[in-house]
């Protein structure tokens, strides 16, 4: 298993990719820290369930990224059970979809602070536990691949995501005197519940067969390479970004 007693944080887990990584995660040996907007008795017994499966620990953990103090109390949950931090998964986000002259103020703050603001401020918080881990560690953003190609009528989300890389980029040649290592990846088209509910089918088919491979990834597809990234088989790569998606 590649994650044997490794430590994980992992952000948006209720869904997605996110759902996919902590599933991924727990079948490779993580105990996971799994984050969650809305902590219900479903994700709940899903947690347990891994854990009965896989002989792994999986705290759910209450993260509304919309409120700054909402994001410390998570934080400070999770640095009060943890003794170490080795893996940071930074998936969580928000989407909104306006064309560029009826993008607000509002959905600007809105996108970033969900996007941005909040996974820094997390990050920092982490890292304090991550920094003091002699054998390093790995952390990666979800970013798009709208961050790098620009999607029409995503100016805000797009923005949000190319912020994303830049961090991982600073952090990756700041932290690399910790062994820290700091990427991104860049998922195309993929099947999750915000595809569907903020992309017309129209779009949807007309982006699938832009792809070389013709069809939409899966998350458990993004979930591997978040994997690969987090496990001792990337342990010489940092400050990239990891393009998933089937050859846009």
Do not use: W
Request: include cysteine; charge should be positive.
């Amino acid at each position: 298993m590649l994650l044997q007693n490794k430590n994980a944080v992992i952000t948006g887990c209720n869904k997605g990719i996110g759902k996919e990584a902590l599933k991924t995660f727990s079948k490779n040996g993580a105990n996971v820290f799994a984050c969650v907007r809305s902590l219900d008795e479903d994700f709940k017994k899903y947690c347990r369930d891994l854990e009965v499966s896989d002989n792994t620990k999986i705290v759910p953990i209450n993260l509304d990224l919309e409120e700054e103090n909402k994001v410390k109390e998570a934080a400070s949950s999770i640095t009060s059970q943890a003794d170490k931090i080795d893996i940071l998964i930074n998936n969580a986000a928000t989407i909104q979809t306006s064309l560029f002259q009826m993008t607000t103020q509002k959905d600007l703050k809105k996108i970033f602070q969900v996007n941005v603001f909040s996974q820094v401020l997390f990050t920092q918080h982490i890292l304090k536990l991550m920094t003091r881990n002699k054998n390093g560690g790995s952390i990666v953003f979800v970013s798009s691949t709208a961050a790098i190609d620009g999607n029409q009528g995503r100016n805000a989300y797009a923005s949000s995501k190319a912020a994303l890389i830049t961090q991982s980029k600073v952090l990756s040649r700041e932290l690399g005197i910790k062994n820290i290592r700091v990427n991104s990846i860049a998922p195309g088209i993929t099947e999750t519940e915000m595809l569907k509910k903020n992309t017309p089918e129209n779009l949807i088919s007309k982006l699938k067969d832009s792809t070389s491979l013709n069809r939409i990834a899966r998350p458990e597809e993004i979930a591997n390479v978040i994997l690969f990234l987090s496990s001792e088989l990337s342990s010489y790569i940092t400050g990239q970004v990891i393009r998933v998606d089937g050859g846009m």
